[in-house]
C-alpha cells in the first residue's frame, strides 16, 4: 500500500513543479504509521505548499482518502 501512495504523490508533485526531474518522494515507518517525505527543487517549494497551504492540504487529503481505501494511513511531510 505505501508503495502505491508514494507513486500517488509523486505524480501529483511532479505535476505542480517547474522541475519535475527534482521530486523525491520517500518513505519511512514511525509510531504514527507510513510517512512519506517529499522533497523539490527550492524554487517549487511555494508551488507544492500553495497559498496558505491549500495545495499540500489537498495533496494529504488525497493520499489519506486512496490509503483509507487500502485500509491503512500515510502522513506527507513537505521537506524544504
Known amino acids: 500500500m ?6 500517488l504523490v509523486e505524480y501529483i ?3 505542480i513543479v517547474e522541475d ?4 523525491s518522494v520517500t518513505e519511512t515507518e514511525d ?7 517529499v522533497r523539490v527543487a527550492a524554487g517549487d517549494i511555494g508551488k507544492v505548499i500553495g497559498r ?5 492540504k489537498a495533496i494529504r487529503v488525497l493520499s489519506q482518502a486512496a490509503a483509507a ?12
Open 69 to 80: 481505501r487500502a485500509s491503512g494511513r500515510v502522513f506527507i511531510e513537505i521537506a524544504e
Open 52 to 56: 496558505g497551504g491549500r495545495v499540500a
Open 20 to 23: 519535475p526531474s527534482a521530486v
Open 2 to 7: 505505501p508503495d502505491a501512495m508514494r507513486s
Open 13 to 15: 508533485v511532479r505535476g
Open 31 to 37: 509510531d504514527r504509521g507510513a510517512v512519506l517525505q
